[in-house]
């Protein structure tokens, strides 16, 4: 019996930490891979997203399923996520040959496509069940408002 409890146990703790490491974003991305990208990735997504989005209603939404504690508040000063001060323009040049629009919604969805120097990677991969077509397209609307970058003179 103890052997039973123990082998049980292992694999409970192996299951656990599997769980933990895809929630964390340490696992890999089990969602669609993108080998080839064109300007046109996920763009028909994106459009029908910003559609239903509301930019306004955006910057609520990004506080409300937790986007800020990392990307504006202490973990962005301690490398965890970069901060979304000028993410909108920044965003137009960050992974070529994607849209702005649809960089952000790649970043959100599947964020481990594309790893961003001296940050953790640590992004969840729960948002794209977790957050509503017409709330992700909020803050997709939301993120492109933020063009203004003050380390860019």
């Not at 970069?82 to 137009?92: I, K, L, N, S």
């Not at 040959?97 to 952000?104: F, G, M, V």
């Not at 948002?127 to 003050?150: K, R, V």
Request: hydrophobic fraction near 40%; charged fraction near 15%.
């Amino acid at each position: 019996p103890a052997v039973i409890a123990v082998f049980v146990l292992i694999v409970l703790g192996a299951a656990f930490i599997g769980e933990l490491g895809s929630v964390s974003g340490g696992g890999s991305d089990t969602s669609q891979a993108v080998s080839t990208l064109t300007a046109e990735t996920y763009q028909p997504e994106v459009d029908a997203l910003l559609a239903l989005g509301d930019a306004q209603r955006g910057e609520a939404l990004a506080v409300r399923y937790g986007c800020t504690a990392c990307h504006d508040g202490p973990g962005a000063d301690n490398g965890l996520a970069p901060r979304w001060e000028g993410v909108g323009a920044r965003a137009e040049t960050r992974h070529p040959p994607l849209s702005a629009s649809a960089y952000i919604y790649e970043s959100i969805v599947h964020p481990t496509a594309l790893k961003i120097e001296g940050f953790s990677g640590n992004m969840p991969l729960i948002y794209e069940s977790m957050i509503p077509d017409e709330d992700l397209g909020s803050i997709i609307a939301y993120l492109l408002t933020l063009t203004d970058d003050p380390d860019v003179p």
